[in-house]
């Protein structure tokens, strides 16, 4: 079985630009979430879909950061205008359901902002 | 709210032997879950196990044990026979009532298995 997808796994920009992060989950997996993980951290929660719904988007900050998941499957992260703290490692995860004990995390997407 | 704490930055254990990472939690949930991953230098969360605050046992997965003491709010992490392949970073995550089933991860320790 496939595990979690995400693209591309390193992205270089210049500050100001904008990027984005795809994130393709487990199949079956209805609950995708979106982490943030700075260097020497633990990850920590941008957004939690359900399905395409966003049921918890609170730490999302949205005048620049955006996502969608419009078929409920796979999730593109957006950020625009990129700036230089938004330098990163960007985890998807997903599970199945929200009662399910697992997450299961992507690679995740190194982000470095020039 | 919860907190997680992970008060070792780095630990060091020899090949074979056994290590335990330290893990204090807060939260005013009566149900809640306690989590351990493990982060290689790959950067794959990689779950290990998993602990429900109504467990009465600890719980095991292979080498891995968690040291649950429900009053003291620890989480322990206890792996025995450590491997090479057991260097990484290793966090420590908690998921309560309040915001469903997201995670609140600490801070980490970074595991360093020496030959």
């Known amino acids: 079985e496939a595990g979690v997808v995400q693209s591309p796994r390193y992205k270089i920009i210049e500050k100001k630009q904008p990027v984005a992060f795809w994130c393709n989950p487990i199949?079956?997996?209805?609950?995708l979430y979106w982490y943030l993980q700075n260097l020497g951290q633990g990850p920590e929660l941008l957004i939690r879909?359900?399905?395409?719904?966003?049921?918890?988007d609170s730490q999302l900050p949205k005048d620049r950061f955006s996502a969608e998941r419009l078929k409920g499957v796979d999730s593109t992260l957006k950020i625009q205008p990129a700036e230089l703290g938004d330098s990163a490692v960007y985890l998807c995860?997903?599970?199945?359901?929200?009662?399910?004990?697992?997450?299961?995390f992507g690679p995740g997407t190194r982000l470095t902002v020039l | 709210a919860q907190k997680i704490t992970q008060t070792q930055p780095g630990m060091f254990v020899q090949e074979k032997e056994a290590v335990t990472l330290d893990c204090t939690y807060d939260?005013?949930?009566?149900?809640?879950?306690l989590f351990w991953y493990k982060q290689p230098s790959s950067g794959e969360m990689i779950f290990l196990i998993y602990?429900?605050?109504?467990?009465?046992q600890n719980a095991t997965e292979g080498r891995y044990s968690l040291n649950f003491q429900k009053a003291r709010k620890s989480a322990n992490l206890v792996i025995s026979a450590s491997q090479l392949g057991d260097s990484a970073m290793y966090f420590c995550?908690?998921?309560?009532?309040?915001?469903?089933?997201?995670?609140?991860f600490g801070t980490g320790t970074r595991l360093t298995v020496i030959p």
């Open positions: 995860a997903s599970s199945f359901g929200i009662e399910y004990n697992e997450q299961f």
């Open positions: 879909y359900e399905n395409e719904e966003a049921v918890d």
């Open positions: 199949s079956g997996h209805n609950t």
């Open positions: 995550a908690m998921r309560g009532k309040t915001g469903a089933n997201n995670l609140f």
């Open positions: 939260t005013s949930d009566q149900s809640y879950g």
């Open positions: 602990q429900g605050s109504y467990d009465e």
